[in-house]
């Protein structure tokens, strides 16, 4: 159960006084049972990872009865990848590479389900709309060796674009190629694009988001002046083009292998089962779900209407699907990280272990 308090400590002492000594040998027991309640850590990023769990999060929906699950959102992917490590989280929603790296590198983390399919795009306030509009142009990104940089970098490959990538924003930019700028975090690609932070000597005018803060960059933008910026290119899109309508997997709801041992492993069949719950509200309810965003303290979702025009446009895709489902997707795009930087996920592709088979468990 998550921790909701539903009756005083006053009130029970009452009850408690005037009830029979069988009946006071019952209240000591439950108290006893609510105390023995096992600690859950949940953790996940702001932005989508938050918007396909906000029903489970809120104090409408109920926990598990036995669990005390507590939620840590951050707004950090390295601080995410730093508690994966020390093997902290029981359950994470964390990009695909690093799931994989978990495993490898013996962290003990398994891939329970793919949570979220490409949500990238390249916004602008240019009239663009093929890659091919990008030679010449610079965009600024951000995850150079993760998934938003491996991405960016295999779309264009595939369709035989050359890249270029300066190490600073101080370059003169290659006509013939597509520039990229990497800087730390999405939201510095964000504010660079509001401010018009100047890369290769003009104003930038291309950014790599993901949704739902590539919709959210029209209003952000405007209040800082800078009108016309809207997603224009779908890197899911472009991704489905070069592989045969396949769609990449970005992120997945991961658990520690340690939970398996507790309890016959129901809790991870329990908190599966709770994730897909609160992904299928995400989809039916997008404008609610991202209202609960930033009632749970969301600073990249600015209010659910943003949330829906995304949804209603194709561009978030919270399709819920099991690991064992999706491993044919999954292996497919590790597979580029293998090939750009094994490193990336943990020096070679994981194994069947690490993708869990509810019908075995």
């Known amino acids: 159960m998550k921790r909701i308090t539903t009756m ?7 009850l408690c006084c005037l009830l029979a000594l069988g009946m006071q040998a019952a209240c000591k027991s439950k108290t006893e049972e609510t105390k023995e309640a096992t600690p859950i850590k949940v953790m996940l ?4 990872p938050l918007l396909s769990m906000t029903a489970v999060m809120s104090d409408d929906f109920e926990g598990i009865e036995g669990y005390d699950i507590e939620y840590t959102i951050t707004n950090d992917s390295d601080a995410l990848v730093a508690a994966l490590l020390n093997k902290e989280p029981d359950f994470a929603i964390a990009p695909i590479n690093v799931a994989a790296m978990m495993n490898n590198n013996g962290s003990g983390y398994c891939l329970a389900a793919v949570t979220i399919w490409g949500i990238m795009q390249i916004v602008s306030d240019r009239d663009v709309s093929t890659l091919e509009d990008m030679i010449g142009e610079t965009i600024i990104a951000f995850g150079r060796g993760g998934t938003p940089g491996i991405t960016l970098r295999a779309v264009l ?3 035989n674009i050359a890249y270029n990538e300066p190490d600073d924003t101080n370059f003169t930019p290659d006509p013939d190629k597509v520039n990229i700028v990497y800087l730390t975090a999405p939201t510095d690609v964000r504010d660079a694009i509001a401010t018009g932070m100047v890369v290769g000597g003009e104003a930038a005018s291309f950014g790599l988001l993901a949704e739902p803060v590539a919709t959210a960059i029209t209003g952000f933008a405007a209040n800082a002046g800078r009108d016309g910026f809207t997603p224009k290119i779908n890197l899911q899109a472009e991704w489905a083009k070069s592989n045969n309508g396949e769609v ?8 520690h292998e340690r939970l398996l041992a507790d309890n016959s492993g129901s809790i991870v069949d329990d908190f599966i089962a709770y994730a897909e719950q609160s992904s299928i509200y995400a989809n039916e ?3 609610e779900a991202g209202d609960l965003a930033v009632t749970l303290g969301s600073i990249s979702i600015p ?13 978030i895709q919270l399709s819920f699907t099991y690991a064992i489902d999706a491993k044919t997707a999954i292996s497919n795009y590790l597979q580029i990280f293998m090939e750009e930087n ?3 996920i943990g020096g070679k592709m994981p194994s069947d272990s690490f993708y869990y088979d509810q019908s075995q468990s």
């Open 342 to 344: 094994a490193n990336l």
């Open 248 to 255: 990449f997997p970005q992120a997945a709801l991961i658990f």
């Open 285 to 287: 309810r997008p404008a």
């Open 8 to 14: 005083s400590k006053i009130t029970t002492i009452i």
């Open 157 to 159: 490959k595939q369709n």
């Open 303 to 315: 209010n659910g209407k943003i949330v829906e025009a995304a949804y209603n446009a194709g561009r």
């Open 45 to 48: 990023v702001d932005g989508a």
